[in-house]
């Protein structure tokens, strides 16, 4: 089974240049998350789709960054325009519930390998 | 709202030594837990999870963690350490249910020396 696939890995640009990235999540899995991970730290939420709804934006820069999630398959995160402080890993994670005994669920999260973006 | 703390950003030991992560969390609900590696230039790669069964979970690589409520800790351990397991490791926070928003902690370096 294929896992999460990010394109590009890298990405170096200028800042106030525009940037997008890709992802394709496993097959089948309905939710997707963005998450942006700074140097020496943990990846904090963007948003999250359930298939093509974005239920979970809190955490968006609403005024330089956006996404899409067409047809509930395939995901762009865009920056535009990107400052210095967007340099960072951009990781896409998908996930489809599973569920315990008692009837409650739990989402495991498979994670891209990210996409590196230095803004110079 | 919930929070994760790694206790230590850099963790050194010898090949065949234990190794012993620290994480502690905050929640107000009864949590999910959640250990992550992460190798260089790779994405994160879920180790273990603690979903309110067996409070000592096992996980891949040889690697187990125990939920200590009354602690509010879920530890990382290894009784053997290889080369291999040198990467940086991430505990993570969720509530029951749902859909599983992560909250990571900053990480943990874990560096094996030969």
């Known amino acids: 089974e294929a896992g999460v696939v990010q394109s590009p890995r890298y990405k170096i640009i200028e800042k106030k240049q525009p940037v997008a990235f890709w992802c394709n999540p496993i097959s089948g899995h309905n939710t997707l998350y963005w998450y942006r991970q700074n140097l020496g730290q943990g990846p904090e939420l963007l948003i999250r789709?359930?298939?093509?709804?974005?239920?979970?934006d809190s955490q968006l820069p609403k005024d330089r960054f956006s996404a899409e999630r067409l047809k509930g398959v395939d995901s762009t995160l865009k920056i535009q325009p990107a400052e210095l402080g967007d340099s960072a890993v951009y990781l896409c994670?998908?996930?489809?519930?599973?569920?315990?005994?008692?009837?409650?669920?739990?989402?495991?999260?498979?994670f891209g390998p990210g996409t590196r973006l230095t803004v110079l | 709202a919930q929070s994760v703390t790694q206790l230590g950003s850099h963790v050194s030991v010898s090949e065949g030594a234990l190794v012993l992560l620290r994480c502690n969390y905050s929640s107000s609900v009864p949590p999910y837990l959640f250990w992550y590696v992460q190798y260089p230039n790779q994405g994160l790669q879920l180790l273990l999870k603690y979903t309110s069964a067996a409070t000592l979970v096992k996980g891949i690589n040889g690697f187990e963690a125990e939920f200590k409520k009354s602690e509010t800790s879920f530890h990382l351990t290894k009784p053997s350490a290889h080369m291999s397991d040198a990467a940086e490791y991430f505990c993570?926070?969720?509530?029951?249910?749902?859909?599983?928003?992560?909250?990571f902690g900053q990480g943990t370096i874990l560096t094996v020396h030969p």
């Open positions: 994670a998908s996930s489809s519930p599973g569920w315990l005994a008692g009837g409650s669920s739990y989402n495991e999260q498979f």
């Open positions: 789709y359930e298939n093509e709804e974005a239920v979970d």
């Open positions: 993570a926070v969720s509530s029951p249910g749902g859909y599983g928003k992560l909250t």
